[in-house]
């Protein structure tokens, strides 16, 4: 599952370091956040990339700023993000 942690991070505006699950299985686009494994030599690779690097900043930024003004946003609420929850449990299940 996805937890509220990215979402509050991106409410933030901070950068999350991402590891888990496809973001896209769940509505997010992964752009919101830096995406990598929980090898903690690509973790310590992420840190310093996005110390080094206000392109990818202002990119991942950008897209959460994107994305808190989104539909898909708007429109999450817990009924919702429970049901979608529930229809991925099961997909996986099947």
């Known amino acids: 599952?996805?937890?509220?942690?990215?979402?509050?991070?991106?409410?933030?505006?901070t950068i999350p370091i991402y590891i888990g699950p496809n973001l896209?299985?769940?509505?997010f686009p992964p752009?919101?956040?830096?995406?990598c494994s929980s090898n903690?030599?690509?973790i310590a690779e992420a840190i310093k990339r996005l110390l080094n690097d206000q392109?990818?900043?202002?990119?991942?930024?950008?897209?959460?700023?994107?994305?808190?003004e989104s539909q898909f946003f708007?429109?999450?609420?817990n009924i919702n993000v429970l049901t979608n929850l529930a229809r991925q449990i099961d997909k996986e299940l099947q």
């Open 55 to 68: 392109t990818l900043q202002l990119k991942i930024l950008d897209a959460g700023r994107k994305f808190l």
């Open 31 to 35: 752009e919101i956040a830096y995406v």
């Open 74 to 77: 708007r429109d999450v609420n």
């Open 24 to 27: 896209e299985s769940f509505g």
């Open 1 to 13: 599952y996805v937890s509220e942690k990215i979402v509050d991070a991106v409410i933030a505006k």
């Open 40 to 42: 903690v030599d690509e």
